[in-house]
T-cell receptor, first 111, second 116 residues
Framework: SQQGEEDPQALSIQEGENATMNCSYK?????LQWYRQNSGRGLVHLIL?????REKHSGRLRVTLDTSKKSSSLLITASRAADTASYFC???????????FGQGTELSVKP | DVKVTQSSRYLVKRTGEKVFLECVQD?????MFWYRQDPGLGLRLIYF???????EKGDIPEGYSVSREKKERFSLILESASTNQTSMYLC???????????????FGPGTRLTVL
């Protein structure tokens, strides 16, 4: 399986701190995507990074991709209470191309 | 903004009932997807469609069928609901690309289905 596996499973930080979540996968990919899910709601796409890219930024988000280590990280800088959510990585290979989701990291940002 | 809507946020049905979950997107996306989300199992793909009247099985299609008569609408059907189909159901859409997952997916708010 090339399922992404997030680490840690849960993370609790204070407002203003940075949050880092990691994702590892097993086979070569076309791209890797990060999504956020607020409790009981649908997923919101955050950022997509393709296999030939190493880093992408979007606002307070920074995503890195290391294809040699088959891993990615999502950094949220200057976190806010509103960032409290579950964060999922999802990988896409070039065969079939379905999104394969990891189990997610539950982030709690305390005010 | 892309908007994906689902017909119900919460639904309670009885075992054996036929259940229809509707999903509509307003951005002219070719691809549409149905997932279910369960604690400890994550999101799993049930069915997807890349064009009107086209459908492909995902990873867990058993007990489900789908219908795509119009580009903007993708329906998930539980022919005879069972208690193990109690779950959160999420619909998503994306632009067509040669690789199915090449583009980001836009998700609806989800339908929490309980089968008694």
């Amino acid at each position: 399986s090339q399922q992404g596996e997030e680490d840690p499973q849960a993370l609790s930080i204070q407002e203003g701190e940075n949050a880092t979540m990691n994702c590892s996968y097993k086979t070569s990919i076309n791209n890797l995507q990060w999504y956020r899910q607020n409790s009981g709601r649908g997923l919101v796409h955050l950022i997509l990074i393709r296999s030939n890219e190493r880093e992408k930024h979007s606002g307070r988000l920074r995503v890195t991709l290391d294809t040699s280590k088959k891993s990615s990280s999502l950094l949220i800088t200057a976190s806010r209470a509103a960032d409290t959510a579950s964060y999922f990585c999802a990988t896409v290979n070039n065969q079939g191309g379905k999104l394969i989701f990891g189990q997610g990291t539950e982030l709690s940002v305390k005010p | 903004d892309v908007k994906v809507t689902q017909s119900s946020r919460y639904l309670v049905k009885r075992t054996g009932e036929k259940v229809f979950l509707e999903c509509v997107q307003d951005m002219d996306h070719e691809n549409m997807f149905w997932y279910r989300q369960d604690p400890g199992l994550g999101l799993r793909l049930i069915y997807f469609s890349y064009d009107v009247k086209m459908k492909e099985k995902g990873d867990i299609p058993e007990g489900y069928s789908v219908s795509r008569e119009k580009k903007e609408r993708f329906s998930l059907i539980l022919e005879s609901a069972s208690t193990n189909q109690t779950s959160m159901y999420l619909c998503a859409s994306s632009l067509f690309a040669p690789v199915l997952g090449y583009n980001e997916q836009f998700f609806g708010p989800g339908t929490r289905l309980t089968v008694l």
